[in-house]
Every structure is written in structure tokens, then in C-alpha cells.
């Protein structure tokens, strides 16, 4: 089979061939290891990269880098980026409505061409739709990276933000249908042109437990999920949902209304916790560990951390993919036996 339809056996656990692995390279890389020790990696490691070449000019990375220190960046919704590190987002620095006071003239950003974080081109990404279509690729579409309460919190603040919640504040509601509103538009968009898959990132969790209360997330965030979700899960796309950080609290709200695939990070979550809790119920996209095995333990222990993921939250039906960024820190010699394993155990139950 090819990957089109092993990625749709995994998600509905109807014996995939192989887990499907993602091995992402972070643009700020390019500039913390020696020159062409990626390149070379990637080129030994076909399963991971199929598409690489390593001619001059390749895409995977030959990036032009928008985030840069010093380079203060004001998206669409008159938010200021600013980063420390070239290639990394950043954080946002000034945020609009830090005040209420500005709120009657405060508009969100045009949706036919702004995606929330930059430019947007439908006709440019329709064309490359129906190309991957052509090709038999599994396509997908999906909202920017942080499209409701990180909106919300990149537009207020932070702290401004759980006291408008706390507080019931009476223009809250009105600013989330403004943001529910241009993320409507996005999605229709992408259904219009029609996709596979739908993806709805959004990171609520820190390291011990979410960024929002169980009951805040309730009443103010998951209905406009399901609103979101909706049109996306009556035109048969398959819905993944993506959320960084401690998320036990909030992951029975985060996989139903129609969420088939969630990808949450491993050991901040538990591998064990996340096979008692989540294996069999939903397709787990398992986002491999950055904070300490990766980049502070040995070959080997990177070896038997993914082991021990595929052998507690893997099956021969499916329902396990794993991802791995790579992000500046992490030792080569550590990235180069990720790949391996990644390759080795993705056929794990292959017999």
C-alpha cells in the first residue's frame, strides 16, 4: 500500500503496514550544526526522508528564515513577535488589546489573504492540493498553530486573559466570535478545495498541568472547538488535534466531537498514562520527548525510548504515529540513532 492509504489504515486501525514517522527539522538548525551533517544524515535515511536530494537548492533545508533577532514581527492581528534564537517563533512582545480601551476599533485580520500569522494565497494552495491529489497524497489543511486561546492570549495577555474568564467579562465572548469567525473562513476554504485530514493545534498544557482550568476550558474554549470542528467532521474529514504540554485534565475534552488522531508529547504526559487513558480510543500522533532524553541521554537510551513507546502504544490494528522536531542542542550522535530507531521500529509489528 502506499502512504496515503497506510496513514488512513493507522488512523483507523485497520492494520497498517508500518507506524508512520515524522522526523521535522527545525529552520533554527541550520545554523548549530556543521555544514552538511544533516544533509548527510537525511540522505542515509531513506524511510524518513523518501524526497531528499541533496542538490543545490533542495527544499528540506534551504529555508528562508522570517524570525530573526532583533527583527520584531506584527502579524495580522496587530500582534508583536520578538525571538531570541533565528528560526525560532518567538513570543509575542506587545499584545493589542492589553487594554479593553481599544476594542470597538479593534478588527481581525482578512482571511482571504492573511492566514492569522502571515500572507495566505488560496489560489497558490489550492493548485498544490490538487497536485498532491493528483499524485494520491494524503492531503492536509488545518488552522494556524494556536488558533483560539492562544489567540486570545497572544492578543490580551496571558494574566489579562484568565481574569477575563474568571471575571466574566461581558466583551470576552464577543472577541472569541470575532477569532471563531476568521477561523471559520480558513476552514471553509480548505474544505472547499477538499482535504483528508483537518488540523487543529493548539498548545494548553504547561510541564504539571494545563495553561486553563478544566472549567474555563468548558465554557469558553471547547464549544467553539465543536463549532470549528463541525463542518470539517460532517464533510468526512478526519480530525486531528494537537496540544503541547501536561494535558490530563483537559484530553477527554480535547478527543470527542469527532477528533480521531491527537498528537500530545510522551514524557511529559506519561507513556503509561497515555496507554491507560488513550490508547485504543483515539489515534495516538505521539510527539517524541525534546526536554530530556533526546538531548541529554545516550544513543542508546534514545533507542529505548522509542522501543518502549511502540511496544506499549502500538498494535499490528494501528493507531500509533510518532513525530520527532529537532530542534538546536541536541547532539548529533542523538539524532542520528532517533532516525535509526525511528526506521528500525516503525516496522515493528510489520510481522
Known amino acids: 500500500m502506499n502512504a496515503k492509504e497506510n496513514m488512513l489504515r493507522t488512523i483507523r486501525f485497520d492494520r497498517p503496514d508500518y507506524i508512520p514517522m515524522v522526523f521535522h527539522i527545525n529552520e533554527a538548525c541550520r545554523n548549530h550544526y556543521p555544514a552538511g551533517a544533516l544533509e548527510e544524515l537525511m540522505a542515509e535515511h531513506t524511510f524518513l526522508f523518501p524526497d531528499f536530494s541533496d542538490s543545490p537548492g533542495r527544499a528540506e533545508l534551504d529555508y528562508i528564515i522570517p524570525e530573526r533577532v532583533g527583527k520584531p514581527f506584527t502579524d495580522g492581528w496587530g500582534c508583536v513577535w520578538e525571538t531570541s534564537m533565528n528560526g525560532i517563533v518567538g513570543t509575542v512582545t506587545k499584545h493589542p488589546l492589553a487594554s479593553w480601551n481599544s476594542f470597538d476599533s479593534f478588527t481581525a485580520p482578512n482571511p482571504e489573504v492573511d492566514s492569522g500569522k502571515g500572507a495566505v494565497n488560496w489560489a497558490s494552495i489550492r493548485k498544490d492540493i490538487e497536485k498532491a491529489r493528483a499524485n494520491d497524497e494524503f492531503i492536509v489543511g488545518g488552522l494556524r498553530h494556536g488558533h483560539t486561546f492562544l489567540q486570545l492570549m497572544d492578543i490580551r495577555g496571558y494574566e489579562n486573559l484568565i481574569m477575563d474568564m474568571f471575571d466574566s467579562e461581558p466583551r470576552l465572548p464577543r472577541l472569541i466570535d ?87 508529547q510522551d514524557l511529559v504526559n506519561g507513556i503509561d498514562w497515555i496507554k491507560e487513558n488513550l490508547k485504543g480510543k483515539v489515534c495516538i500522533d505521539l510527539d517524541i520527548d525534546r526536554q530530556e532524553i533526546t538531548p541529554k541521554g545516550t544513543p542508546a537510551q534514545v533507542d529505548d525510548l522509542i522501543r518502549e513507546e511502540v511496544e506499549k502504544l502500538g498494535s499490528k490494528e494501528g493507531g500509533l504515529m510518532m513525530i520527532y522536531g529537532l530542534y538546536p542542542g541536541v547532539p548529533l550522535e542523538n539524532a542520528k540513532a532517533l532516525m535509526d530507531a525511528m526506521e528500525k521500529y516503525a516496522f515493528y509489528y510489520s510481522n
Open 178 to 264: 470575532m477569532i471563531e469567525a476568521f477561523n471559520a473562513a480558513i476552514i471553509r476554504h480548505y474544505l472547499d478545495i477538499g482535504v483528508d485530514m483537518m488540523t487543529y493545534a493548539e498548545d494548553l498544557g504547561m510541564q504539571n498541568g494545563p495553561m486553563i482550568s478544566p472549567e474555563m476550558f468548558y465554557k469558553y474554549i471547547k464549544p467553539s472547538y465543536e463549532r470549528l470542528m463541525a463542518p470539517a467532521v460532517e464533510a468526512g474529514c478526519i480530525i486531528h488535534m494537537h496540544s503541547d504540554g501536561h494535558i490530563h485534565e483537559l484530553a477527554d475534552g480535547l478527543i470527542d466531537g469527532g477528533v480521531a488522531v491527537l498528537n500530545l
